[in-house]
């Protein structure tokens, strides 16, 4: 059975920082592209950053450039998103996908939203 599952969202301060992690199970993550996602309420799902399978390359959305760091441990079957500096602006459910695409750069998996597997989602709400 195939799952992603996010973790890690919360409640944090502006200025704050959290880690969301996105656990795979039931398919080999290696031959994926991985992504994360976030959509606030009354806006498009928007695609903050995504790496690369092959190579490990990254793309980072203007919004969260600097600011947010994609990684993934293999052996862990688990991809990482560090969020410092953390702004209201912030706030949305956070998504991570899994794209078997793997010809498909991940500026494009990101900017398209592409995902063959999503998961069901973690809320991340920034405000004092």
């Known amino acids: 059975q195939v799952q992603l599952v996010e973790s890690g969202g919360g409640l944090v301060q502006p200025g704050g920082s959290l880690r969301l992690s996105c656990a795979a199970s039931?398919?080999?993550?290696?031959?994926?592209?991985i992504g994360w996602f976030r959509q606030a309420p009354g806006k498009e799902r928007e695609g903050i950053s995504c790496?690369?399978?092959?190579?490990?390359?990254?793309y980072y959305a203007d919004s969260v450039k600097g600011r947010f760091t994609i990684s993934g441990d293999n052996a862990k079957r688990t991809v990482y998103l560090q969020m410092n500096g953390l702004k209201p602006e912030d706030t949305a459910i956070y998504y991570c996908?899994?794209?078997?695409?793997?010809?498909?750069?991940?500026?494009?998996?990101?900017?398209?939203?592409?995902?063959?597997?999503w998961g069901q989602g973690t809320q991340v709400t920034v405000s004092s």
């Open positions: 790496i690369s399978s092959t190579d490990g390359s990254t």
């Open positions: 039931g398919f080999i993550l290696d031959y994926y592209n």
């Open positions: 996908a899994a794209d078997s695409r793997l010809v498909t750069n991940v500026r494009n998996m990101c900017r398209m939203k592409l995902g063959d597997y």
